[in-house]
């Protein structure tokens, strides 16, 4: 009969101070997964030696390089030791005691998690230890190329500390290094080393030493490419945030340093919307309500924003406040802002067609000149000011619910292209009587269709923000 799957053996991995053991199960017949988890496991916890959870993840990925780069010289340290010490030469018990000292400062900063120590003491090792070992074996080539590992000690410092640190560790490599080859030569010590084993070692040095060198530049490479493309991601998404409170134009001037920035704009359409009856519907409904509706209102209105080009300017409370004409001049800002206002009216049908017919706006709006710009030191924001502004706002506390209601001064700029109904002069609280119209719809074979696109029917507004006795009863008529 045939056999069953074969016996799996288990492995215990303790990872992390104190942490519970771990139970990993491979596969009886798979010996280099086993080796690979356990390889995998040994690394972690060596690389969490010393480790702070204060730690940024730069500090922590420096101080992991640095342990595992000096646990990885440990074993190669004891190696050559002992083949100096094979080939009768009484250098090999400098490797052994740059070891010990080695091993001694990483115990110490795993208690005390000083980076500093264990970088301090690092460096010095490696820079004295293989440089002054050429003094007895007869300088740079019967030492088969030993003082190459004391240049461990300026790159470590650069990758470590920065260039300037690297920089002065470099220096004293050189002043090392040369002094210690040239007194080499000068004391003329016999060399008990084989010419081909001092041949192999100088080929070792240069590709082992050389090696460790690579991977040093190549992590401190890649450590510096993840910060920068970091770097980068937060100024994309700072310039986002930067954009989606001030407009496209503005913006590069505030980062330039421009302050204040203030600009007069003659030409200019600027348009108010006000919920009717929003007193009594921040009464029926708690807060996150509120929010919901709102939000599901304006979310519209921002699309068709920027769908005519007009520039938002703020909402305070259930007001939306827009301008056309500013900061981007244009001809035709009278134009767009009525397109705008009979995109905002067509929605307003399209609530009432869903069953939300108790919610209604009125809308205001006044053509003129203004001044646009950014003052202040804090809470950038970008607005606009000026009589014409004031009037807008006065349009729109004086109109009807439903109703786009428009100064003269828009109307003599729209009227070859749209619809108005005059509703004749009224008195207008800080102005006087003032002459003013409707505006009913865009006329012609090319009026634009204010039915909405696919980003603005996909914001809605929740029919459940509203209770059925809210919508029932709110606003009175």
């Not at 300088?139 to 920089?167: C, D, H, N, T, Y």
């Not at 305070?316 to 001809?331: H, Q, S, W």
Request: glycine share 10%; hydrophobic share 45%.
């Amino acid at each position: 009969m045939p056999e069953g799957p074969g016996p799996r053996s288990t492995l215990s991995v303790r990872l992390g101070g104190g942490g519970a053991a771990r139970l990993m199960t491979f596969p009886g017949k798979d010996p280099m997964r086993r080796v690979q988890i356990v390889s995998n496991a040994v690394l972690a916890r060596l690389a969490a030696v010393g480790a702070d959870p204060r730690d940024d993840e730069q500090t922590r990925e420096g101080k992991a390089l640095l342990v595992l780069t000096s646990v990885l010289i440990l074993p190669i340290a004891v190696v050559w030791g002992s083949l100096y010490l094979i080939f009768g030469s009484p250098v090999g018990y400098v490797p052994f005691a740059y070891a010990l000292v080695l091993l001694g400062a990483i115990i110490v900063f795993a208690r005390t998690r000083n980076f500093a120590i264990l970088l301090r003491v690092s460096l010095v090792d490696i820079l004295l230890a293989p440089t002054l070992s050429m003094v007895p074996l007869g300088g740079f080539l019967p030492s088969g190329g030993v003082g190459l590992w004391g240049i461990l000690a300026p790159v470590g410092a650069l990758v470590f500390s920065g260039p300037r640190s690297g920089l002065r560790w470099y220096v004293a490599y050189l002043a090392v290094f040369i002094t210690s080859g040239v007194a080499g030569q000068i004391a003329g010590a016999a060399s008990t080393l084989p010419e081909w084993f001092t041949s192999t070692m100088l080929g070792l040095n240069v590709a082992v030493g050389g090696s460790i060198v690579f991977v040093l530049i190549a992590t401190f490479l890649g450590q510096r490419d993840r910060a920068m493309d970091a770097l980068a991601r937060e100024q994309e998404r700072s310039e986002r945030l930067l954009l989606n409170v001030l407009p496209r134009e503005i913006a590069p001037r505030l980062k330039a340093g421009e302050n204040p920035i203030a600009d007069a704009y003659e030409h200019a359409t600027v348009l108010y919307a006000d919920i009717v009856g929003s007193t009594m519907l921040a009464e029926r409904l708690d807060a996150k309500q509120l929010v919901a509706l709102l939000n599901g209102i304006f979310s519209r209105f921002d699309l068709l924003a920027e769908r005519y080009g007009v520039e938002k300017i703020r909402t305070i409370g259930d007001n939306y406040m827009c301008v056309a004409g500013v900061p981007r001049l244009r001809a035709d800002h009278a134009q767009a802002m009525a397109r705008m206002a009979l995109g905002i009216r067509a929605y307003l049908d399209e609530l009432r067609a869903a069953g939300e017919d108790r919610i209604d706006f009125r809308i205001g709006m006044n053509s003129g000149p203004c001044v646009g710009g950014v003052i202040g030191l804090r809470k950038f924001v970008f607005d606009i000011w000026g009589d014409s502004v004031n009037t807008a706002s006065r349009m729109e506390s004086h109109s009807v619910p439903g109703r786009i209601h428009l100064t003269d001064a828009t109307y003599e700029l729209i009227r070859d292209e749209f619809n108005c109904e005059p509703r004749g002069t009224i008195e207008v609280k800080g102005k006087g009587p003032m002459r003013t119209w409707f505006l009913v719809g865009e006329r012609g074979p090319h009026a634009e269709s204010p039915r909405p696109s696919r980003d603005e029917r996909s914001v809605t507004l929740p029919l459940e923000t509203l209770g059925r006795a809210e919508r029932a009863s709110w606003p009175p008529r």
